[in-house]
């Protein structure tokens, strides 16, 4: 690799581009190692920028990860791998951060189903990321 330091994500482009998001996801895909694609919700003022910037890079993600397991080009296995590393564990390496505890990243299975590709933009948190962490007692 040229530049082994750069890392780089699209969280501005996916709130700029909507619907159209998950074209810029899956070119960005093509474009580099998944091991330098960082998740970013390019979220800024109003927390519905941070809201829509992730529900936008999940939709999106998960229309190219599904496109790719149907295609045959991937595994189940393979896309909640690039998930995880897009979505958690290559900021962790980069940053130098240890995860808060040891729960996968992608609780409840294949997040990337028929129905987190079709959601709208209610679509519940279940869907996407397998729902809501629980609390400590």
Known sequence: QVFPHVHFDVGL???HTGPGSAAVIAESLELAPFAKILFSSDGY????L?????HLWRRG???VLRGWVD????TDADAARIAAMI?????L???RL???DDRPILPGGPWWGPAAATASAGCPRAATWGGPRPTSP
């Open 71 to 74: 295609e045959g080009a991937a």
């Open 98 to 100: 240890r995860p808060t």
């Open 45 to 48: 003022g109003p927390a519905e």
């Open 87 to 91: 979505g958690r564990d290559n900021a």
């Open 50 to 54: 941070h809201y829509l910037g992730a």
């Open 61 to 63: 993600l998960a229309r």
């Open 13 to 15: 482009a996916v709130t």
């Open 93 to 95: 390496r980069v940053y």
